[in-house]
């Protein structure tokens, strides 16, 4: 018999080594997603090809609807070689891992090993948070960043050591210059909890170390480019973000309430241990939960919203879940039942992500996975008869990942056909004569001047071409003389 610091030793790898496959396999199984992902890599790749790591450009002009975190992180990938799909790609997925590796050790160290495990269980098999790992958008590198901010407050909460609000002040400097305001808007439940010690909070080496890592590049850009620079990023794109329609992505306030089970997916039963008293008598929690909440209301509250909002709750949600599942006895054992019962919806996912991210039910996708109907249905089984709440948590992340595996390998290449220009850019690649393009939309657009290298023109501003694209049926087509 291992002794058990071993055995925690041996998971630990184990775990690690199956993050690995299950963040960095598929990343180029389809091509680049939506019209945000294509462009944000667009402008890591000039970066890169520039130096110019200072004013964003996209196709030769100023792009500042984002701070350059996510820009810089692309360029990282470019110089180090990458291809088109994994430069933009990989050194997300790297920072979500390392995240996740230091998100459990420090929950370890403020709540103790299992509470940890089951932790860093959750946050990684999250469906929000795995699928925003997989693709180039700002999302991931703020909501890491502000995570970290959380997880160094901790210990200050519980011990007074406001040391450690220098980590979280550079934490926090970095999720700014990942979408700048909106990480310091959600830090303000840290003014409540921590009002006893609220000098801690303006020292002046954490206001310092904060101002140092967020303002110079805010200052080196508004130099360069002018108060184009500040209108843009600050009144535009945070500000009227609150109160505009002019951004045109107007939803009801109730926008996020029904896809909260979607967030946490397959762990969405587990949310129901948030309602145990017995979890709020540590301040730490309360801290945690409140923050959660606070993203929550705060986002709902905006006129604009996007899905992935949400992101940042899912860190300390994940914390207090298992805190929560380390001490539920019967009621955690019911949860985990019926996360693995959930887990039944995979198989219906991998026939139907076609049609949702293409916004299309009609497009080709695969036939019902038997091989990942039975994988569950077995692993739904071995839950509801092991007690070992352990090991019933490993089988249902362990359900989870192949269900994400599975998507990857089956599902993906027909997401790239459906929903990614890549075909139509290979397609393309053959033909000599000069392109342009016809009605269509900006998603499309986006992606073919990523893969093209160059924006194509609109047909009615060079008439004299006569090979064209257009949009018709939800596809994009070729019509040459």
């Keep these: 018999m291992l002794p058990t610091a071993t055995r925690w030793r041996l998971l630990a790898i184990a775990g690690g080594l199956a993050l690995l496959v299950l963040y960095l396999y598929g990343l180029d199984r389809m091509g680049l997603y939506s019209a945000d992902e294509p462009r944000y890599a667009s402008i890591g790749r000039e970066m890169a090809r520039s130096g110019d790591f200072i004013t964003p450009r996209l196709w030769g002009a100023g792009w500042f609807e984002k701070p350059p975190l996510l820009y810089w992180m692309v360029a990282a990938g470019f110089r180090a070689g990458l291809s088109i799909h994994l430069a933009p790609r990989v050194p997300v997925a790297l920072l979500s891992l390392g995240f996740i590796a230091f998100f459990c050790w420090m929950v370890r160290r403020e709540f103790g090993a299992i509470a940890a495990a089951y932790s860093t269980v959750i946050l990684a098999t999250a469906c929000w948070w795995i699928a925003l790992s997989q693709v180039a958008v700002t999302d991931i590198p703020m909501s890491t960043m502000f995570g970290l901010a959380l997880l160094f407050t901790l210990p200050w909460l519980r011990s007074g050591d406001w040391r450690w609000l220098n980590a979280a002040a550079v934490a926090l400097g970095v999720a700014f ?8 808007i959600l830090s303000l439940p840290v003014l409540w909890f921590g009002r006893e010690r609220w000098r801690d909070l303006f020292r002046p080496t954490p206001v ?12 080196a850009c508004y130099l360069l480019n002018g108060p184009i620079f500040l209108k843009t990023l600050f009144l535009q794109q945070q500000l009227e973000r609150l ?3 002019t951004l045109q992505h107007v ?14 997916f397959p762990w969405t039963p587990v949310l129901a241990l948030l309602f145990r008293r017995d979890l709020y ?20 509250a905006s006129l604009n919203k996007l899905p992935f909002y949400l992101l940042p709750m899912v860190p300390p949600v994940a914390i207090v879940l298992g805190v929560a599942l380390e001490r539920a006895q019967l009621a955690g054992r019911v949860v985990l039942i019926l996360s693995a019962l959930a887990c039944c919806a995979f198989p219906e996912l991998v026939t139907r992500l076609p049609g949702i991210m293409s916004r299309n039910p009609q497009v080709a996708a695969p036939e019902l996975p038997i091989g990942l109907v039975v994988i569950v249905i077995v692993g739904l089984g071995a839950v509801c008869f092991i007690r070992d709440r352990t090991a019933s948590i490993a089988i249902v992340a362990m359900l989870a990942a192949t269900g994400y595996l599975w998507t990857k390998a089956e599902t993906f290449p027909f997401v790239d056909r459906a929903a990614t220009s890549r075909p139509v850019w290979q397609k393309i690649q053959s033909i000599q004569e000069p392109l342009c393009v016809k009605e269509l939309p900006r998603d499309w657009r986006y992606g073919l001047n990523y893969y093209t290298e160059r924006p194509l023109p609109d047909c009615w501003q060079d008439p004299s071409i006569h090979t064209f694209l257009y949009f018709q049926n939800r596809q994009v087509l070729l019509a040459q003389p």
Excluded: C, E, N
């Design 251 to 264: 939803q009801q306030w109730w926008f996020y309430i029904p896809l909260l089970p979607a967030v946490f």
């Design 243 to 245: 109160y505009s329609p």
């Design 177 to 184: 210059l990942g979408k700048s305001g909106p990480p310091l």
């Design 281 to 300: 008598s540590d301040r730490r929690l309360r801290f945690l939960m409140a923050t959660a909440v606070w993203v929550f209301v705060f986002f709902s």
């Design 208 to 219: 310092l170390l904060f101002l140092l890592i967020a303002v110079p590049w805010h200052v």
